[in-house]
């Protein structure tokens, strides 16, 4: 038993690193925004392969069954310190929801916050798009303080006299 712990949590740490590292490139490079369901997903799943680590530590026979156990553990731990950082991140940061609309047809969802980055930044207005894995961002307008949504037809909004069809993944950043 302890043996396919050690083996299992092995390989679902490698793959954890991977999937952990595609989600931040994709967070980093494209306009999307890391939900808080998938920053609490990688959390349950990174705390069950340290624990899976730890039980499989018991079978350590051989020298390779050691080195996965030291290495998983030292992966699940990496991941677990920078999604517990991410998560509280996300609790501080400098956003204030101003107004959720939805699309006529309730397609989409959209949030709308306020950010104010203080006396070391700018003020401004950012829309961002509902989804499960990642939100996405297509607004964002520094130096706004003011919010005119409509939406226009069931794809397109107008949003301070910025009319984004969002079926077309327009964007708007200034």
């Known amino acids: 038993m302890h043996r396919y712990a050690n083996i299992y949590s092995f390989y679902i740490s490698i793959l954890s690193l991977f999937l ?45 069954s050691r080195s996965r156990s030291i290495i998983t553990i030292g992966i699940a731990s990496m ?3 920078i999604c517990f950082f991410l998560q509280f991140l996300s609790y501080i940061g400098g ?9 006529p047809n309730q397609e989409y969802t959209v949030h709308f916050y306020s950010w104010d980055a203080g006396a070391a930044g700018t003020f401004g207005i950012v829309g961002e798009i509902d989804g499960v894995w ?14 005119e949504v409509e939406w226009i037809n069931d794809r397109t909004i107008s949003i301070n006299n910025h009319q984004l069809d969002l079926e077309m993944e327009e964007i708007y950043s200034n």
């Open 95 to 103: 956003k204030e929801l101003l107004q959720t609309v939805e699309s």
């Open 79 to 81: 991941l677990l310190i």
């Open 20 to 64: 952990f590292s595609f989600v931040l490139y994709t967070a980093w490079s494209q306009p999307y925004i890391i939900t808080s369901f998938l920053r609490w997903t990688l959390l349950i799943i990174l705390a069950v392969i340290f624990i899976l680590a730890l039980t499989g530590f018991k079978s350590t026979a051989t020298k390779f």
């Open 134 to 147: 990642f939100d996405k961002r297509f607004y964002r307008e520094r130096h706004a303080e003011v919010l």
